[in-house]
């Protein structure tokens, strides 16, 4: 069985889907060896235990701390604008869509996933990104 290096079996670990189908792809090529071995190496990867420093008549420390994350939208009052005309947000025909098309006043980036939304001129707005569903309540 050839040995596959911890370190790619730790990185294919963190990946799922496709992504980890294309790594499986490029590591049988680097390795020669099939997809079964590497799954069967990953299998086992996983259930070993990680290689420890501490001695077996030393009990081990877990830091089961809770660390908070930080809130995002309390941090942003202010959105990161860009120039809207570098953006097309006709992309909707309806008369509707012409409407809101009509009340865009600016473009900000979404303070989580960065994706462009056209926004009117009113203060405060609640926003909410339709591409990650992140809220956020601007002022400024």
């Not at 040995?3 to 990946?15: G, R, Y």
């Not at 660390?67 to 947000?89: G, Y």
Request: net charge negative; glycine share 2%; hydrophobic share 35%.
């Amino acid at each position: 069985m050839v040995e596959i290096p911890q370190h790619e079996l730790n990185n294919l670990a963190s990946m799922d889907g496709y992504e980890q189908m294309l790594e499986i792809d490029r590591l049988s090529r680097v390795y020669q060896t099939d997809e079964n071995t590497i799954r069967a190496a990953l299998a086992q990867s996983a259930s070993a235990p990680p290689p420890s420093s501490v001695s077996s008549t030393e009990p081990a420390s877990w830091d089961t701390s809770y660390k908070e994350v930080p809130d995002v939208a309390a941090s942003s009052s202010r959105p990161t604008l860009v120039d809207k005309q570098q953006f097309r947000f006709e992309y909707d025909p309806s008369r509707d869509a012409a409407e809101r098309r009509e009340q865009v006043a600016q473009a900000i980036l979404c303070s989580a996933c960065g994706v462009a939304l056209g926004i009117p001129d009113i203060r405060p707005i609640k926003v909410t990104c339709p591409s990650c569903m992140f809220e956020a309540t601007y002022t400024d």
